[in-house]
Protein backbone atom coordinates (compact mmCIF):
# COMPACT_ATOMS: atom_id res chain seq x y z
CA UNK A 1 0.00 0.00 0.00
CA UNK A 2 1.29 3.13 -1.01
CA UNK A 3 0.75 6.82 0.12
CA UNK A 4 0.15 9.48 -2.08
CA UNK A 5 -2.00 12.31 -0.78
CA UNK A 6 -1.88 14.15 2.51
CA UNK A 7 -5.27 12.21 3.10
CA UNK A 8 -3.80 9.51 3.14
CA UNK A 9 -0.84 10.44 5.49
CA UNK A 10 -3.51 11.64 7.76
CA UNK A 11 -5.62 8.14 7.30
CA UNK A 12 -2.15 6.27 7.71
CA UNK A 13 -0.86 8.29 11.35
CA UNK A 14 -4.62 8.11 12.67
CA UNK A 15 -5.05 4.29 12.29
CA UNK A 16 -1.22 3.35 13.67
CA UNK A 17 -0.09 6.31 15.18
CA UNK A 18 -3.05 8.34 16.68
CA UNK A 19 -1.05 10.55 19.23
CA UNK A 20 1.50 11.76 15.98
CA UNK A 21 -1.37 12.06 13.74
CA UNK A 22 -3.15 14.91 16.67
CA UNK A 23 0.69 17.03 16.45
CA UNK A 24 0.88 16.85 12.09
CA UNK A 25 -0.01 20.00 10.48
CA UNK A 26 -0.50 20.17 7.08
CA UNK A 27 2.71 21.46 5.88
CA UNK A 28 3.89 18.01 7.97
CA UNK A 29 1.56 15.66 6.19
CA UNK A 30 2.61 17.41 3.06
CA UNK A 31 6.20 17.16 3.35
CA UNK A 32 5.98 13.54 4.47
CA UNK A 33 4.13 12.73 0.77
CA UNK A 34 6.99 14.38 -1.18
CA UNK A 35 9.50 13.06 0.71
CA UNK A 36 10.83 9.88 -1.22
CA UNK A 37 10.61 6.64 -0.06
CA UNK A 38 14.00 4.51 0.48
CA UNK A 39 14.49 1.57 1.42
CA UNK A 40 17.04 1.71 4.13
CA UNK A 41 16.25 3.75 6.79
CA UNK A 42 18.97 4.86 9.18
CA UNK A 43 17.93 6.37 12.74
CA UNK A 44 20.46 8.46 14.80
CA UNK A 45 19.50 10.25 18.13
CA UNK A 46 21.15 12.58 20.43
CA UNK A 47 19.60 10.13 23.34
CA UNK A 48 17.94 6.84 24.20
CA UNK A 49 15.78 8.08 27.03
CA UNK A 50 12.89 10.39 28.40
CA UNK A 51 13.53 10.79 32.20
CA UNK A 52 13.86 7.84 34.33
CA UNK A 53 11.20 5.90 32.84
CA UNK A 54 11.72 6.02 28.66
CA UNK A 55 14.63 3.75 27.10
CA UNK A 56 14.43 3.32 23.61
CA UNK A 57 17.17 0.02 22.19
CA UNK A 58 17.91 -1.56 19.16
CA UNK A 59 16.21 -0.15 15.70
CA UNK A 60 14.19 2.73 17.26
CA UNK A 61 17.32 3.97 18.66
CA UNK A 62 19.85 3.49 16.21
CA UNK A 63 18.56 1.67 12.90
CA UNK A 64 21.04 1.22 9.99
CA UNK A 65 20.95 -0.23 6.58
CA UNK A 66 20.74 -4.28 6.79
CA UNK A 67 24.12 -4.10 4.39
CA UNK A 68 26.39 -3.81 7.13
CA UNK A 69 24.70 -6.81 8.96
CA UNK A 70 24.89 -5.05 11.96
CA UNK A 71 21.07 -4.03 13.56
CA UNK A 72 20.55 -7.37 14.89
CA UNK A 73 23.84 -7.49 16.46
CA UNK A 74 23.83 -4.14 18.15
CA UNK A 75 20.38 -4.46 19.63
CA UNK A 76 21.67 -7.39 21.49
CA UNK A 77 24.25 -5.56 22.48
CA UNK A 78 21.95 -2.78 24.16
CA UNK A 79 20.30 -5.29 26.10
CA UNK A 80 23.89 -6.77 27.63
CA UNK A 81 25.10 -3.03 28.02
CA UNK A 82 21.98 -2.25 29.82
CA UNK A 83 21.43 -5.46 32.22
CA UNK A 84 25.26 -4.42 33.24
CA UNK A 85 24.19 -1.15 34.17
CA UNK A 86 21.59 -2.43 36.01
CA UNK A 87 23.43 -4.40 38.22
CA UNK A 88 25.77 -2.20 38.88
CA UNK A 89 23.19 0.22 39.69
CA UNK A 90 21.30 -2.18 41.66
CA UNK A 91 18.28 -2.05 39.38
CA UNK A 92 17.84 1.23 40.48
CA UNK A 93 16.17 2.79 36.84
CA UNK A 94 16.12 6.51 37.25
CA UNK A 95 20.02 5.92 37.70
CA UNK A 96 20.62 3.20 35.07
CA UNK A 97 18.48 4.80 32.23
CA UNK A 98 19.77 7.85 31.80
CA UNK A 99 23.39 5.94 31.78
CA UNK A 100 22.58 4.13 29.39
CA UNK A 101 22.67 7.12 26.42
CA UNK A 102 25.56 8.08 28.36
CA UNK A 103 27.53 4.78 27.74
CA UNK A 104 25.69 3.80 24.26
CA UNK A 105 25.78 6.84 22.26
CA UNK A 106 29.14 6.97 20.99
CA UNK A 107 29.21 2.91 19.70
CA UNK A 108 25.52 3.59 18.15
CA UNK A 109 26.76 6.93 16.48
CA UNK A 110 29.96 5.30 14.89
CA UNK A 111 27.65 2.48 14.05
CA UNK A 112 25.70 4.75 11.78
CA UNK A 113 28.82 6.73 10.41
CA UNK A 114 30.14 2.88 9.54
CA UNK A 115 26.82 2.49 7.67
CA UNK A 116 27.09 5.42 5.32
CA UNK A 117 30.34 4.81 4.73
CA UNK A 118 30.00 1.28 3.69
CA UNK A 119 30.41 0.78 0.01
CA UNK A 120 26.84 0.22 -0.78
CA UNK A 121 26.49 3.89 -1.01
CA UNK A 122 28.33 3.84 -4.32
CA UNK A 123 26.10 2.54 -6.85
CA UNK A 124 29.22 1.02 -8.71
CA UNK A 125 30.53 -1.12 -5.96
CA UNK A 126 26.93 -2.03 -4.58
CA UNK A 127 26.51 -3.53 -8.74
CA UNK A 128 29.75 -5.07 -7.88
CA UNK A 129 28.68 -6.32 -4.49
CA UNK A 130 25.44 -7.71 -6.14
CA UNK A 131 26.90 -9.60 -9.42
CA UNK A 132 29.95 -10.87 -6.74
CA UNK A 133 27.00 -12.29 -4.61
CA UNK A 134 25.30 -14.02 -7.29
CA UNK A 135 28.73 -15.35 -8.67
CA UNK A 136 29.25 -17.09 -4.84
CA UNK A 137 25.93 -18.57 -5.03
CA UNK A 138 26.24 -19.72 -8.39
CA UNK A 139 29.79 -20.95 -7.77
CA UNK A 140 28.40 -22.77 -4.04
CA UNK A 141 25.90 -24.84 -5.42
CA UNK A 142 28.27 -26.34 -8.42
CA UNK A 143 31.55 -26.59 -6.05
CA UNK A 144 30.18 -26.55 -2.55
CA UNK A 145 33.68 -27.94 -1.20
CA UNK A 146 35.41 -24.94 -2.35
CA UNK A 147 33.17 -22.15 -3.07
CA UNK A 148 31.24 -20.27 0.47
CA UNK A 149 27.74 -19.18 -0.29
CA UNK A 150 28.85 -15.69 0.75
CA UNK A 151 31.83 -13.58 -0.56
CA UNK A 152 33.33 -11.62 1.05
CA UNK A 153 34.72 -8.08 0.30
C1 LIG B 1 16.87 -7.75 5.09
C2 LIG B 1 17.50 -7.52 6.45
C3 LIG B 1 18.65 -8.24 6.77
C4 LIG B 1 19.26 -8.03 8.01
N1 LIG B 1 20.40 -8.74 8.30
C5 LIG B 1 21.00 -8.56 9.48
C6 LIG B 1 22.16 -9.31 9.82
O1 LIG B 1 22.66 -10.13 9.05
N2 LIG B 1 22.74 -9.08 11.02
C7 LIG B 1 22.22 -8.18 11.91
O2 LIG B 1 22.81 -8.02 13.00
N3 LIG B 1 21.12 -7.48 11.62
C8 LIG B 1 20.49 -7.63 10.43
N4 LIG B 1 19.35 -6.93 10.13
C9 LIG B 1 18.86 -5.94 11.07
C10 LIG B 1 18.00 -6.57 12.16
O3 LIG B 1 16.93 -7.29 11.59
C11 LIG B 1 17.43 -5.44 13.02
O4 LIG B 1 18.45 -4.55 13.39
C12 LIG B 1 16.80 -6.03 14.28
O5 LIG B 1 15.72 -6.85 13.94
C13 LIG B 1 16.34 -4.91 15.19
O6 LIG B 1 15.63 -5.46 16.27
P1 LIG B 1 14.59 -4.62 17.07
O7 LIG B 1 14.06 -5.53 18.12
O8 LIG B 1 15.22 -3.34 17.52
O9 LIG B 1 13.48 -4.20 16.03
P2 LIG B 1 12.47 -5.15 15.24
O10 LIG B 1 13.08 -6.48 14.97
O11 LIG B 1 11.98 -4.32 14.08
O12 LIG B 1 11.29 -5.39 16.27
C14 LIG B 1 10.33 -4.39 16.53
C15 LIG B 1 9.03 -5.10 16.87
O13 LIG B 1 8.08 -4.13 17.32
C16 LIG B 1 6.84 -4.38 16.69
N5 LIG B 1 6.08 -3.14 16.63
C17 LIG B 1 6.22 -2.11 15.79
N6 LIG B 1 5.32 -1.15 16.04
C18 LIG B 1 4.62 -1.56 17.11
C19 LIG B 1 3.56 -1.01 17.86
N7 LIG B 1 3.05 0.19 17.58
N8 LIG B 1 3.06 -1.73 18.88
C20 LIG B 1 3.58 -2.94 19.19
N9 LIG B 1 4.59 -3.52 18.52
C21 LIG B 1 5.10 -2.85 17.49
C22 LIG B 1 7.20 -4.92 15.31
O14 LIG B 1 6.15 -5.69 14.77
C23 LIG B 1 8.43 -5.79 15.65
O15 LIG B 1 8.07 -7.09 16.02
C24 LIG B 1 18.70 -7.11 8.92
C25 LIG B 1 17.55 -6.41 8.58
C26 LIG B 1 16.94 -6.61 7.36
C27 LIG B 1 15.68 -5.85 7.02
Not at 103 to 122: G, Q
Request: aromatic residues 12%.
Amino acid sequence: MGIYSKLEVREFFEHNFPEVAKLMSESEAEAFVKRPAWNFVTIRCNRYHQGDSVLIVGDAAHAVPPTIAQGCNSALEDVIVFDRILDEYDDDYTKAIPQFTARRIRDAHTLKNLAENSILISKTLFVQFVLRRKFARTMNQLLPQFFAPFFLI
